[in-house]
């Protein structure tokens, strides 16, 4: 299953909100992550089952979708949360999308 | 809390095998499912396998069946990953991921990572 984010970039402002899209090439039911990642870490884990924070993830992270679109919303972006996202599915062996880039405008 | 270090990274050359290890700490290693996933520049993440938390079962990624294989020493809180023949196709971070397991039921998403084991595969 074949995971395309986009957009590849975003440039914003802390504050601002972002939207981050992930598209799945068949159904994945609800089975979708998103994970963090900033250089030199590794991925964090944000999200699960499409909508579900992960343990000790602020509220202002929420994803939604079903079937093969989804979203990661941030309301209002920290400084701390500027970094890459990558969505993954687990309906068939793990794959992962190419990420989204979040950068400061 | 959770830990996951790994370690057997290097530079190695062309055609030589490759071991890594994943001690784990701050959790019941015997309950959950672990996994090996790598990051490639180019590739970008990828699923490499999956152990079972008795070791009975392994699962691995189309591409890379017959060419890897993950273990693990629940006595030893370690799980491992080997390669026979490497290309520098295989030149990546490899982590060790615990598996999101709620009760008996892996969800196969990866809720810890350990900090990566860099490999460079190069004559």
């Known amino acids: 299953i074949v995971l395309t984010q986009s957009p590849a970039t975003l440039s914003l402002s802390p504050g601002d909100r972002a939207t981050l899209s992930c598209r799945a090439s068949?159904?994945?039911?609800?089975?979708l992550a998103w994970y963090q990642q900033k250089p030199g870490q590794a991925p964090r884990l944000l999200i699960y089952?499409?909508?579900n924070r992960a343990t000790g993830i602020p509220t202002r992270f929420s994803g939604s979708g079903s079937g093969t679109d989804f979203t990661l919303t941030i309301s209002s972006l920290e400084p701390e949360d500027f970094a890459v996202y990558y969505c993954?599915?687990?309906?068939?062996?793990?794959?992962f999308g190419g990420g989204t880039r979040v950068d400061i405008k | 809390q959770v830990q996951l270090v790994e370690s057997g990274g290097g530079v190695v050359q062309p055609g030589r095998s490759l071991r890594l290890s994943c001690a784990a700490s701050?959790?019941?290693?015997?309950?959950?499912?672990m996994h090996w996933l790598r990051q490639a520049p180019v590739k970008g993440l990828e699923w490499v396998a999956v152990?079972?938390?008795?070791?009975?079962?392994?699962y691995y990624a189309d591409s890379m069946k017959g060419q890897f294989t993950i273990s693990r020493d629940n006595s030893k809180n370690t799980v491992y990953l080997q390669k026979k023949t490497l290309t520098t196709e295989d030149t990546a971070v490899y982590y060790c991921?615990?598996?999101?397991?709620?009760?008996?039921?892996?969800?196969?998403?990866?809720?810890?990572w350990g900090q990566g084991a860099v490999v460079t595969v190069s004559s």
């Open positions: 991921a615990r598996d999101l397991t709620f009760g008996t039921m892996a969800q196969g998403y990866f809720d810890s």
């Open positions: 701050g959790f019941t290693f015997s309950d959950s499912a």
């Open positions: 152990i079972s938390p008795d070791g009975r079962s392994q």
């Open positions: 068949q159904s994945v039911s609800s089975y």
């Open positions: 089952g499409a909508s």
């Open positions: 993954q599915q687990r309906s068939d062996w793990p794959t």
